[in-house]
């Protein structure tokens, strides 16, 4: 008996797995070296209100003098930031409020925040997901109803209120079959106004730090002349959802 060769596609059906397989560990070679290169810069450890107004004029002279230059460095480090939810980021937000002014600070954030975003989803679903998956826990099951009812909805919500860190609402959606267009455009609305809030306070550090005082970016979000718009916003994305169920229970 002769030996059956295999046929061209079989033959490449064999080697995709491998070629699967090769891509992923470069993959998270690539993550890990990126990891490590962010950390070891201490980076976490400048993002806090005495950072900032250690750096005050500095930061302001190198922004007048090199804005764009200044507005791209921004934008890759609060993608990093978000990437490898790095403690301490809502300073950017901050920061850029201060150094850009709100307006245009709110255009940087929404962008950086949403590409990040965007990579910590794609990971968690192509490369990383058995590791994230159990950094994610038992938020996957308390989650997984709002996305099946209405995903865009739930999403629009879990972005404008923090029921949940911004960092599980990154990876979750991945994990439940959320498409990425309803992620990222979900993701893009729904920081804008926190996005603001935070740029806002930004812009008022200067008054801030003249007068010798502290800001809590935490508790200004929580304030309720702040959590009420947002809370409002989130129940007119909860619309849909409860018109959905409505019409289920009446049929």
Request: hydrophobic content about 55%.
């Amino acid at each position: 008996m002769t030996e059956t060769q295999p046929t061209d596609e079989a033959q490449k059906a064999l080697n995709t797995p491998k070629k699967s397989h090769v891509r992923r560990v470069f993959a998270l070679l690539v993550f890990a070296a990126l990891f490590s290169a962010v950390f070891s810069t201490g980076i976490q450890d400048k993002l806090s209100l005495e950072s900032l107004r250690a750096n005050r004029e500095a930061l302001l002279d190198f922004v007048s003098i090199n804005y764009v230059v200044a507005v791209a460095v921004f934008m890759v480090t609060y993608i990093l930031a978000v990437t490898f939810s790095i403690p301490g980021a809502v300073w950017l937000s901050v920061s850029g409020g201060f150094v850009f002014s709100a307006g245009p600070a709110t255009a940087y954030i929404v962008i950086a925040a949403t590409v990040g975003a965007t990579l910590v989803f794609l990971l968690a679903r192509y490369v990383l997901g058995d590791v994230l998956r159990s950094k994610a826990g038992g938020a996957i099951d308390r989650m997984r109803s709002g996305f099946q009812e209405d995903a865009f909805s739930y999403m629009l919500v879990l972005r404008l209120v923090p029921l949940f860190p911004f960092f599980l609402v990154n990876l979750v959606p991945a994990f439940l079959n959320v498409p990425i267009r309803i992620y990222v455009v979900g993701t893009a609305l729904g920081i804008i106004p926190g996005s603001f809030v935070f740029a806002l306070v930004g812009s008022g550090l200067g008054a801030v730090f003249d007068a010798g005082g502290d800001v809590d970016p935490g508790a200004v979000l929580f304030r309720p002349e702040v959590i009420g718009p947002l809370l409002g916003l989130a129940c007119l994305a909860l619309i849909p959802v409860a018109y959905k169920r409505l019409k289920a229970n009446s049929s």
